[in-house]
């Protein structure tokens, strides 16, 4: 196991040393997708199906019925991310099949 030892930083270092604080370290960790094929951007900025029938109660508004329209369009969201990748795929598997004849026929 190894220690760390992390020195104040900042316009009261000085002081915070002196008074022996508490020294916090933070990571910030960010996930960019950078210009999504135009589909699965759509089904990303569409959202959630909006509730189309308040049952109020406990679970406030939605309730279990909005929590299964919720999954349903999840599952049709994950049925179309499959297709793009599907798609992906076959184009990819023809590029590969087309290199594959050039590489040969220039030998």
Sequence with gaps: MASLKMHPYGPDAEGQRERREEIISQNYEEVLLNEPVEAFHNILTSGPPVPTSGTGGK???????????VVDWLREAMKEV?????????KLAEKEKEMEVDGKGKK
């Design 82 to 90: 499959d297709k793009l990748v599907e798609k992906e795929r076959e």
């Design 59 to 69: 679970e406030g508004k939605g309730g279990r019925g909005m929590e299964v329209e």
